[in-house]
């Protein structure tokens, strides 16, 4: 149980070009899900709480108009990185907090972008 | 403001030896505690957590981790590692603003020696 997945596993794309990545929970509702951004050999870093039917809460220096985020369904939540930069180039993972286990957050498998 | 202090950047530790990862938090009110593991190129996979009760908790995979107020840590144990346990674990406290966010620390990665 419990299980979350993302898609792509990984993609690259022009600069300039737009990205979208999908996360879903398998096997249970997430009113909250969470995007995080990992760079080599680094921690996670909170992106963004996202919300089901609502605004999702950037973490402060995260542009919102550049990484759009979208939670439409209590399953899905995506993110968008518009007019990607080399810069953004990085490991994207998402989570979704599982309403009946007591606050925890199950994690995707990640989605690896490049951006040339 | 609440942070998570992996002490340890990276661990050699024999095939078959007993194994204890550091963490510390700075966290005001009482924390829900976690600890994670990440094999290369993957997502994270939850080994245990900690939000009352019983201070030494059992988690997955024969990991276990001891919850001591006094020294505000969090230390992650396992008494016999295999191979397979080579990866990266991070430790997390979540934190409350509304609703539950994590903060991790820099992590620690794990080597298994023959």
């Known amino acids: 149980g419990a299980v979350v997945s993302q898609h792509p596993s990984r993609v690259i794309c022009k600069s300039g070009t737009s990205v979208k990545i999908e996360c879903r929970s398998l096997?249970?509702?997430?009113?909250?899900m969470f995007w995080y951004r990992q760079f080599p050999k680094q921690s996670l870093m909170l992106m963004a709480t996202?919300?089901?039917?609502?605004?999702?809460?950037?973490e402060q220096g995260v542009e919102k108009d550049k990484f759009l985020i979208n939670h439409a369904s209590l399953t899905l939540s995506t993110l968008t990185v518009t007019s990607a930069h080399p810069e953004d180039s990085s490991f994207y993972i998402c989570s979704a907090r599982d309403l009946g286990g007591q606050e925890t957050q199950y994690f995707g498998p990640g989605t690896r972008l490049l951006v040339l | 403001a609440q942070s998570v202090t992996q002490p340890d950047i990276h661990i050699t530790v024999s095939e078959g030896a007993s194994l204890e990862l550091r963490c510390n938090y700075s966290?005001?009110?009482?924390?829900?505690l976690f600890w994670y593991v990440q094999s290369p190129g993957q997502g994270l996979q939850l080994l245990l957590k900690?939000?009352?009760?019983?201070?030494l908790v059992q988690g997955i995979k024969g990991f276990e981790a001891e919850f001591k107020r006094s020294q505000s840590s969090f230390n992650l144990r396992k008494p016999s590692v295999h191979w397979s346990d080579a990866a990266e674990y991070f430790c997390a406290v979540g934190v409350n603003t509304g609703f539950q966010k994590l903060v991790f620390g820099t992590g620690t990665r794990l080597l298994v020696s023959p």
């Open positions: 996202s919300n089901e039917g609502s605004k999702a809460t950037y």
């Open positions: 966290y005001g009110a009482t924390p829900y």
């Open positions: 900690y939000f009352s009760g019983d201070t």
């Open positions: 096997d249970f509702q997430a009113t909250t």
